[in-house]
């Protein structure tokens, strides 16, 4: 079955990770402080090494303009909260976003999402 789904660039990862709540179980912030650090990773990718890449994201300046950016605006706590959060959930590795999330970047204006369920029946 295909879901057309039409999106901006700026809320694509939103969507992404919203479509993948029932694998990832995300919580509705987490998957706003996700979907900003998805976004700066998918602009910024290529630019730099992956693991200079990770530590730029996830700088002070960087964590403190994604936190201002979110509405409502998010404490210091409360985001470290969450970014220990994507970690334990691994979305995040280390400073790195985790390859599995972002293992191709959309090219052009569309981009394909498939998932498969493997299911197991039990009596």
């Known amino acids: 079955m295909t879901i057309p789904i039409n999106v901006e660039k700026k809320k694509f990862f939103e969507v992404y990770l919203t479509c993948l709540h029932p694998v990832l179980k995300l919580k509705e912030r ?30 002070a300046d960087m964590r403190k303009k994604i936190r201002n950016y979110l509405e409502p605006k998010m404490s210091e706590a409360n985001f ?38 493997d299911i197991n029946f039990v009596d």
């Open 30 to 59: 987490e998957i706003e402080v996700a979907s900003i650090i998805l976004l700066l990773h998918f602009n910024n990718y290529g630019k730099m090494e992956e693991n200079k890449l990770g530590d730029f994201l996830l700088s």
């Open 80 to 117: 470290n909260n969450h970014i220990f959060q994507l970690r334990k959930k691994k979305i995040l590795i280390g400073n790195n976003v985790n390859p599995s999330i972002v293992d191709k970047y959309p090219k052009g204006s569309s981009k394909k999402i498939v998932l498969t369920y």
